[in-house]
């Protein structure tokens, strides 16, 4: 079984409940809206990570990230990008198994037509009301299980 954490929308805060929460992922993967290199860097100590840049990474450092990727997991097609609204192509029709986006801050775990959509929400500093989240996976070749984690719901 293969364990995958992903988050969104950190906007440069890496909170301390995030490490906790993706304790013992195999990969990570980041969906943009990082905010600052050191987020992935940290997240690099705890496994490999796949990270795409978000509208607000816009610095130099943000260039060498891509805008989507395409990466394959436990033998799963994951899509990642950071705005939903801006895919283009049927992910079905493609092979895709996995949606991974981001962008609203609202976490979203929906499967359509076969394929698994997933929004973690975001786990940087609060929007509104929204909630302070993040998603894992588990896979194997026979499920998909995802699941969301609401980190401290005090955090700000």
């Known amino acids: 079984m293969l364990k995958v954490g992903i988050l969104s929308d950190t906007h440069g805060l890496l909170r301390p409940q995030v490490n906790d929460a993706l304790a013992g992922v195999d990969h990570i993967i ?3 809206d990082i905010g600052r290199p050191e987020i992935i860097e940290a997240l690099r100590r705890i496994a490999p990570v796949t990270a795409i840049r978000g509208n607000i990474d816009t610095a130099i450092w943000a260039q060498i990230y891509p805008d989507s990727q395409m990466v394959n997991l436990g033998g799963r097609c994951f899509y990642v990008l950071h705005d939903l609204k801006t895919l283009r192509d049927d ?3 493609s092979g ?4 991974v986006s981001g962008h609203s801050h609202r976490p979203r775990i929906e499967t359509i037509d ?8 975001s786990c940087g500093p ?5 909630p302070v989240t993040i998603a894992t996976l588990a896979l194997d070749e026979n499920r998909i299980e995802p699941r969301l984690h609401h980190l401290d719901a005090t955090a700000r």
Do not use: K, M, Q
Not at 114 to 121: E, F, Q
């Open 30 to 32: 980041h969906a943009g």
């Open 91 to 93: 992910p079905r029709s």
């Open 126 to 130: 609060r929007r509104f009301s929204l």
């Open 114 to 121: 076969g394929v698994l959509y997933l929004n973690p929400g």
């Open 96 to 99: 895709i198994d996995v949606i």
